[in-house]
Every structure is written in C-alpha cells, then in structure tokens.
C-alpha cells in the first residue's frame, strides 16, 4: 500500500517532456524578437522626437537673441537669417547633438538657420531649417525652405541626399 501511494507521487511530479520544453523556448523566442522589433520602433521616435526639438531649441535661442535687442529690425517686412553658427557664438546656444548620429553638430560647417521675418504690422515670425547629418528638418518638398515652427513636427524629418 505505501509503494502505491509512493507511485502516484513519482507520477504526478515528473518533468516536462523534450517537446514541451520547445515550445516554451519557441514561444519566449517569439515574443522577445517582438520586443526587440518594437523596442527598435521606440528608439527611432525618440530620436525623430529630439531631432524636432533640437529645432525648437534653435527657435528658442534665436527668439531670446532677437528680444536681448541684438536683432534689429529698421523697416517692417524685412527678415533676419540667425545661423547655428552665430547662435552658439553668441552664447544663446549650446552645441546640439545630432540623436541619429549621437555627434555633436559642427558650427563651421553646419548650415542650420533660424529665419525671422518682421510682417507690416510689427509681428515677428519664425523659422526653421535645421539639418544634421543624416536627416534634415528643412523643407515641405525638394526645395530647402524652411519650415514655420507652429508646423515643425516628425512627418516632416526628410533624409539629407
């Protein structure tokens, strides 16, 4: 009687087969590769995310140099062009580390800009055209304009040619 009970015992906790041991590896094989994927996805709009505001810091700087008075305007409807260049010159600006390439954007050969026009009725608008090293934040269309910063977003982060 008591090697009968002791049977059932054994019985009851045995392994798990080869085959079932498979699966679980297969499945746990499965969901981390859709976690490295989506991972993956996560990162790259990080990076789209602060490349967009790398842009605004451009603006940023640019607006704070524009109200310090270093930015003179003599007759409505005229425009000032700020570059990266003159905006870290002028202390306004810290280096910006391009998020794709994770460098630091050169001020000698980095023609990122911030345009600001002055309209009839005394407004000043903002622009933008940043461009790092792979990607750029400058334009709708093939064209190298700027973009108003009111629509500076990821869906306009175009790859540089």
Do not use: W
Request: charged share 20%; hydrophobic share 45%; glycine share 4%.
């Amino acid at each position: 009687m008591r090697n009968d009970k002791h049977l059932r015992l054994l019985r009851a906790n045995r392994g798990m087969t080869l085959i079932e041991l498979l699966a679980v590896i297969v499945i746990l094989g499965i969901v981390s590769s859709i976690a490295v994927i989506v991972m993956f996805h996560i990162i790259e709009k990080s990076r789209q995310q602060a490349f967009v505001s790398n842009a605004f810091a451009l603006y940023e700087a640019a607006r704070l140099r524009v109200s310090a008075g270093n930015v003179e305007f003599l007759a409505p409807e005229t425009s000032e062009l700020l570059t990266y260049k003159q905006l870290v010159a002028d202390g306004v600006l810290e280096p910006v580390r391009d998020p794709f390439t994770g460098r630091v954007l050169s001020t000698d050969h980095n023609p990122s800009y911030v345009l600001v026009r002055k309209s009839a009725d005394g407004h000043l608008q903002y622009a933008v055209c940043l461009k790092g090293e792979t990607k750029q934040l400058c334009s709708y269309s093939d064209t190298q304009e700027e973009i108003p910063v009111k629509e500076l977003s990821v869906s306009l982060i175009t790859d540089i040619r």
